[in-house]
């Protein structure tokens, strides 16, 4: 009973303690936060993005004696009002050129488009210099440049495939044979389907193309990105600030020796185990009461997947095994809680940065990686990483098992040191 | 049965003997105070009877318990309130009450009832939710002492604890030792003032240089130095110059200087004083003031160790 009236005692205090809470749960908070204002907003599904106001003047007439059904224009006029743009893209129709104009002048579009009257006829000549118009409000970068690439890359294709009209036709001709209106049809849908594959093939995904924005309301996968990211990034604050907590808390036993509350708790009839317990599952109650706060919040806040429950368990017992041993080892070894600044700073951060703990995000070397094999923060990163990819518990056995050793042989060398230190 | 019975009790660091065969004891029920200037090896007495320090040799007894062989037993019978201030200043008085108390092993309606009771007898019922850290260092003292209450334990410890604090809460305290004592509480008192000694002790021990060099009643004690008086004598020079014609003086027994001020015991002030004056004269010493004081326990240290009590 004694050792929890110690470790309640003990609790009590922290959560007065205003620069512990500031470094248990407001820095990683607010660390974690910046990093989502920061890079976040890139991929993130909240954040909105203007849509682009086009106005598109179609010009384009067929020509006399044209084998088309419909002239080309209409193609590049329907790629603005597509279903799969309307989101990011507001596209109306206008008259003429002069409207198009006074519309840009007046900023009430950022883009206008015009195809002009004899884009079909010179497509049919094979004339590959046809000019089709883009202006643009002066004020606006993002959105003409995106209007024109999409103009340029079914260019492209138009071009090329009225390179692939013009062979086909000649040699049609040389046999005494016509290209009918059925069979330009067939020979587009033939040439858009190679061209098609063929820009997958080179850019490796069919999102890349051609000029496929995904809508960031839209994008699933951007917004697992984003968690993916933003769970990373709160996984190094977690445990980096988790091990803080643990070798922090365990300070209080410096603090109560120099306050000479540690030797009035000896001339009680309390015997020394039953103190050293006490302050031992303090430390132990307050890295997992931190853990637990810490995840939930990064749940509500960032949206963070932590994994599967009985992973997630797995993840934080692990921590609080490993956190505690080498605050125990760590607090042992120092002399006055003056000591500790720069023990913590130092040494907290060096292992830190060697477990990676501050690049979860970035691909490191192999060697950089393994170094995190020698640090117990390594080791709590790999469990998580693995919860966070929603692997099962059975998966994470090894990382634990790791981290429940090496928290056992810390604290017992610590254990040891401060009862040989207050016998 | 004593209450606190000390024997032959030692310890030494390295090659420093700070307490060396210590042997007092004190009944049930007085006050026993340990009297001595700033390192006699009062406070080492004291963290070794506590069960802080171990003895390298001898033992002590509270209320029968030996404190290196039953050291729980001896301190479930015993209150320390240290020289220091121990307490949490982030926690409330009473919050502070209530753990201490559950250190002693009390608790629930028993626990709750008893922080009342003490904090009615340190006087801070009305200041019992405020943090400690905001006291002023006489209340502190005082929180510190109730902590050492809370079990009403047969045997109360209080190692200097009227050290830097003011005159009101001073006086509180000493009332509070006395209130404890009137209830039967056994209190062995650590102090340098030998007025606290004078007033709260039943018995006295007082301690030089690691040793308890007398020991009895405050009476018994005074009368270890007969009728003698104290004289402190200060001068316009050197105390060396007349201190060797004094010595020699009829009546003189003990002579000592210490930053200018020259100390004697003398048997008869009236008798003495004149001849102190005409040797002074002798060797062109002029005597610029001179304070006579009645035989006490500043005396009786000066007379078994040639210095005074504050040195």
Redesign the interface.
Known sequence: ??II?IAF?DL??ST??MFLIGMTLAAPLLITGLMYFAFGSMTSGDVSMTAIKVGVVNADVMPADSPLEVPLGGNIRSMFFDDSVKSWITANDYADEAAVRAAVDAQEIGVAVIIPKTFTEEYLAGKMDTAITILQDPTLTIGPTVVRDMVTSLLDGVAGSGITYKIVNERMEANGQALGPTGISVLFERYSKWYTDFQRAMFHTPEKAALVVTSPAAGGESSDSTQNMMGLVMVGQLIFFSFFTGAYAMMSILEESE???L?????????RTTILAGKFLAVFLTVILQGVVLMIAGRFIFNINWGEPDSVALGLFGQMFAAVGLGVLLVSFIKTSKQAGPVFGGGLTMLGMISGLFTTNIQLPDAFNAMGNFTPQGWVLKAWRLSLAGQPAIEMLVPFIVLVVMGIVMFAFGAMMFRKRFA | MNAIEVKNLKKSFGDLQAVQGASFKAEAGEVLSLLGPNGAGKSTTILMISGLLVPTEGDASIMGHSVTKEPEAAKASLGVVPQDIALYPDLSARENLVFWGKMYGLRGAALKSRVDEVLDIIGLADRQKDHVGKFSGGMKRRVNIGAALLHKPAVIIMDEPTVGIDPQSRRHILDNVIELNQKGMTVLYTTHYMEEAAELSNHIAIMDKGRVIAYGTHAELIKMVGEQTRIDVTLNTEAEKVLSVWRATEGVSKIDSTDGKVTALVDDSNRVLPRLFDAASKVNVRITSVDIQEPNLETVFLHLTGRALRD
């Open positions: 009973m004694k009236d005692k009590t205090r007065r303690n306050e000479g509350t030797a009035r708790m000896f001339t009680t009839p309390t015997n």
